[in-house]
């Protein structure tokens, strides 16, 4: 089992703000041949983020009917930086059934939540997306 790498999206954005790739450790001759392998790991830039610009990208485990990932993205002082609620809350005004009562059709829910992008199937595809919101999130400033 080996740590997931970030991916070239994520590794371009990274880089944009001086983090992403490692040294090549092929030598480079006369073509580096080190591909995905100068990527960091997912989780060491989540460590860097953390360290160096006090974001802390958390992934979350839905454990409902209906079970998916999501994300929490803050700042030291507890400063939101991504509204997670927001996203939520229009998911769920977006499922409710037309019928008497405060309903929610499960099956508009369940499609919303992935479609729209706010959950996700696999943990490491959240954390992807999260450490490129909270990039972004930085590079606004
Ligand atoms: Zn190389």
Not at 4 to 30: H, K, M, V, Y
Not at 38 to 67: A, C, P, W, Y
Not at 102 to 125: P, Q, R, S, T
């Amino acid at each position: 089992m080996r740590e997931q790498r970030i991916n070239e999206e994520t590794a371009r954005l990274a880089n944009s703000i001086g983090f992403g790739t490692e040294d090549c450790i092929c030598g480079g001759f006369p073509d580096c041949i080190c591909g995905d392998d100068v990527r960091i790991t997912q989780s060491l830039l989540q460590k860097i983020l953390r360290d160096s610009h006090g974001v802390h990208v958390q992934v979350l485990f839905q454990n409902m009917e209906l079970q998916y990932y999501f994300l929490e993205i803050s700042k030291d002082d507890g400063t939101c930086l991504y509204d997670w609620q927001k996203d939520f809350n229009a998911i769920l005004e977006k499922s409710h059934q037309d019928i008497e009562g405060d309903y929610i059709d499960d099956n508009l829910f369940a499609k919303y939540v992935f479609e729209d992008g706010f959950g996700y199937y696999i943990y490491e595809e959240a954390l992807e997306a999260g450490l490129q919101k909270a990039i972004r999130t930085i590079k606004e400033k």
